[in-house]
């Protein structure tokens, strides 16, 4: 392959890392190639009013904020591509990246391809994502303050985000499709000795209600037990079950954790058997379960971006 052919860097994904990554490159002058894969954007995407990013004393909508990233990364001369990874092959320099129809060789890889949100994959569910149904509770919770909100889910995250939800709700009902809760005892304590949350065990949502008007309205229960359906009246619902790291093409090239989420080195550095991986690095929720908000993971994609200048600088480019 010819050395003018060879990318200085490729960012996989077009989140809040990822584009952060991609501004900070493109002004070094490293012209990233940004491979959008299958949520581009991120999860800002399918969110509403976000508050709590710096600069936006009214707020701004979440992808009104990934257009402006983009729009300024492409600016300092970045590249955005839809495209989806077929594979990839780290054993070898530069390193390569198949797209199917087409090859991609780059010296340096940023993977900010982030983690998807688990849904219960309802019509009425997904009709109403930025609407009154949400996956994060520190983005979203103040909008339903003095309302009733219900949490799906029966292990930590879905404690966590009921809890973190009674600064703002009258009740939070946590809704679990089974009579066990995988929660930590800590933590499921903690939820039932809070005098504004309340239980529904063996309990799965069916439809979620305001479709017409746009809105939460409601949500069609069914017991598992007995059968009986019922309506519980909630102005929100939100997911706590879970997020996917969208790692699953990394299996065997590099660490991961027992979810599958990229274990990383002074936050960007990845790494093999214990070992960094020299010129691969990630930024975001792929490798941040602990936080997951967008200006963590625009900061460690600036990290990123950082690590691959002086990557490229110490190896002669």
């Known amino acids: 392959m010819s050395e003018n052919t060879t990318r200085d860097t490729v960012i996989l994904g077009s989140g809040c890392s990822g584009l952060t990554a991609a501004i900070y490159t493109a002004r070094a002058n490293l012209k990233p190639l940004v491979l959008e894969g299958h949520e581009p954007g991120g999860q800002l995407s399918i969110t509403t009013l976000v508050e709590n990013f710096p600069g936006w004393p ?13 729009k300024q990364a ?30 991609i060789h780059t010296r340096t890889l940023i993977i900010a391809s982030g983690a998807s949100a688990r849904w219960l994959n309802l019509p009425s569910e997904q009709a109403l994502i ?20 219900a949490v799906i889910g029966g292990g930590d995250s879905a404690m966590e985000e009921a809890l973190f939800l009674t600064r703002f709700a009258t009740k939070v009902t946590i809704i679990n499709r089974s009579e066990r809760f995988r929660a930590s005892k800590i ?12 239980f529904l065990p063996n309990t799965i949502v069916d439809e979620v209600l305001g479709v017409e ?64 991986i020299p010129g691969v690095f990630a930024c975001g929720d792929i490798q941040d379960r602990r936080y ?13 971006a950082l690590e691959v200048e002086k990557y490229l600088e110490e190896h002669g480019r």
């Open 58 to 70: 009214e707020g701004i909508q979440g992808p009104e904020l990934i257009e402006n990233m983009k």
């Open 74 to 103: 492409v600016r300092f001369g970045t590249e955005l591509r839809m495209a989806h990874l077929n594979s990839i092959d780290l054993t070898r320099r530069p390193f390569a990246l198949n797209l199917g129809k087409e090859t």
């Open 130 to 149: 930025g609407h009154g149904v949400s996956s994060c509770a520190t983005c979203d919770g103040f909008f339903f303050s003095g309302k009733e909100i």
């Open 187 to 198: 933590m499921l304590d903690r939820a039932m000795a809070h005098k504004q949350i309340e």
């Open 213 to 276: 008007d746009k809105d939460v309205k409601g949500l069609r229960l069914k017991n598992k037990t007995t059968g009986v359906e019922s309506v519980l009246s909630v102005s929100a619902m939100f997911l706590g079950i879970g997020h996917e790291p969208n790692a699953k093409a990394f299996t065997g090239m590099m660490d991961l954790d027992e979810d599958g989420y990229i274990l990383t080195r002074n936050n960007v550095f990845t790494t093999l058997n214990g070992e960094i």
């Open 292 to 304: 997951r908000q967008a200006i963590t993971a625009a900061g460690s994609g600036c990290m990123a």
